[in-house]
């Protein structure tokens, strides 16, 4: 049906107030409780604009939306008051509802009378829908709003056209972030980053973050951890003409838990970001007709350039490499030969030409391409087609190499587990939290004999295995799981059957292991290869090692202490012999809090 065919239904909606308001809670995660309600309208069920997509949309269209908005206003007060609820109603208004002549801040003081409710009990929620607004006219409603005593929300953050500026110029009480971001974030180091920037910037508004459309109790456990005031979603509640008063017991059950959620790890894939540019070194550069003395001489002023581009008009076509040119001069008549001569005779004119916004894997790639001479006399960085500088094949290595390292302090290029940079973070989020936890070191006994004898891609194989056995027996929800580097791993266990767990990791690394070994050194026990005198030795097969500390706030405040506790355990399992787990049982206290823990667990779960 067209929109005209729809306005009979519309006006008979609107001169019979047939609209019906459900309410979905809005969780306050730090108390646990319903703070406050959001008012959802809904067309008639019989009618073809039951849907609020469709009921919005045709109003917009005939121009009809301030009638409708208020209506539903109405109708959310009036429902708001007769179910008694607790908390603030959160009603939805558009920006041109608000701008609308029908709209006054006495108008709304007459409704809320009119239902019963104090102005301090109202948020307007402020859809942004268009591109154009009346910013000034806007934030004078708002601010006459506000001194009527009704607060103002901005509802889904990162959705719209222009809700950030919405956000500097209305200052709202509360903003909404919308539910993309939410989605999945428990699996998205992005939307963490996104919605932990979303809060700082609120903190310094003075403004309190909902976080809307959580569907999972994952999902609401990163928003707990990352500081987020308030939440709803279908986990919490669903609209409904009666909503629920109390939170569900799987959300109260999450929110009390005590745990610190596992976040994913960031990829410091640095070669995205970086680009040639940081490569680019301003350097003079010389025409195709400049005589080959002047460059010999500018080179001489500049000891440090390694070579020089030659330009035509603002554009590069060659390079003259600095060991060639003084090839050319080195003879005992060199500068006569050659030094009136244009240097374009003596250039590369085929050289390798970047762009500055190159990425640096893409870079490395045409320089090994390219062939010998690229990574020698270096190559020109362009803006737009024109010289910018000069790139060295040193600093192209030194760069890659840096990235690497950086990459790997962050995620083992192996493994792809988080490196040491993710570990400590999640170590100091368990101790600043006051959190019991049990680190747990991983290290494989006799390994550079294993290597040695099978070689590095096996050894890489082993190491993988152990990564896989480590990411199956571990709760990825409870546990962080890093690799440090080599054959060394650790695991931050919350799980509170983490000893059940570590046992069946030593009997599945015994059993799996042998799959990477010739019969001949299983039915043995092991090989012959060369010590680290050079002295031949035989050497038992590999095995695992596992060092636990368990650690809580009254013995461990800083993650050094953690580390090397661990550590210490770690080197007395390796004298055990064989795959072997060590516990250090120093706390004993906290060995038996935990031993109670899993029996009244386990006992539940009876």
Known sequence: MSHEELRP???????????????????DLMDGRIMGYEALSRGPSNSPLHAPQTLFHVAEHLGLLPALDWACLRTALKTFAQLNLPGQLFVNLSPGSLLDASFTPDAMLVALANAGIASKRVVIEITESTPTLDYAHLRQVVTDLHAAGIEVAIDDLGEGFSSLRLWSELKPAFVKIDKHFI???????HKIQFVRSIKLLAEGAHSHVIAEGVESPSELAVLKDL?????????IGRPSPVPIRIPP?????????GKVSVFP??????????AASRLATSAPAVSPNTASQDV?????????????????NGIPVGIIHRPVLLDRFIGLYGRELYGKKPCAEFMDADPLIVDKATRMGELSELVVNKGKSAFTQGFVITSEGRYLGLGSGFDLMREITDMQISAARYANPLTGMPGNVPIQEHMERLLVNAKTFVTAYFDLDHFKPYNDVYGFRRGDDMLQLLARILRDSCNPELDFIGHIGGDDYVVLFQSLDWEIRCHGMLARFDHESQTLLNTEHVEAGGYRSEDRRGTMTFHP??????????????HFHLHQEVARAASEAKSLAKHIEGSSLFIDQRRL????QLAEEVAFSLENCA
């Open 265 to 274: 790890i960031r990829q410091e894939s640095g070669s995205v970001r970086v």
């Open 249 to 257: 017991s799987e959300v109260e059950y999450c929110l009390q838990s």
């Open 296 to 312: 010999l001489d500018l080179m001489l002023l500049h000891p440090d350039l390694h070579a020089v581009a030659v330009v035509d």
């Open 227 to 235: 500081g987020i005031r308030f939440a709803q979603g279908y986990l």
């Open 589 to 592: 206290p906290f060995c038996r």
């Open 541 to 554: 097969l590999v095995s695992l090692s596992i060092g636990a500390v368990l650690v809580d706030p009254e």
């Open 9 to 27: 239904h519309l006006e008979h909606i609107l001169e019979n107030t047939r609209l019906t308001t459900l309410l979905q809670p809005v969780l």
């Open 183 to 189: 989605a999945g974030i428990h699996q998205d180091p």
